[in-house]
């Protein structure tokens, strides 16, 4: 059974630094590519960035791009999300997910950017 368990959320102010991580176990890490997708409130789910398994590429949203990093441990099954230069509109539970829909994703761990 995949289980995958974020944590590092919080509260943090208007350009503000997180960073994500997500433990993942119950199938091989490394042969699967990663993502990252997040809720806002009242939103729908939404794309936040990949990681390619095959070449190790990440890929970013726009809205994020030049301001997150994802990476990824494959000795230590987990998934990671630098998230600096926070805005407002980064408020969201955050999830890490084996699709790009984030159809298959753990709990998910809320991030709240506020001053």
Known sequence: ????VESGGGLVQPGGSLRLSCAVSGFPFSAFSLYWVRQAPGKDLEWVSGVNLSSGRPYYAESVKGRFTIS???AKNTLYLQMNSLK??????YY???????TSRGQGTQVTVSS
């Open 88 to 93: 407002t509109e980064d408020t969201a539970v």
């Open 1 to 4: 059974e995949v289980h995958m």
């Open 72 to 74: 990824r441990d494959n």
């Open 96 to 102: 890490c997910a084996t699709d790009p829909d984030g």
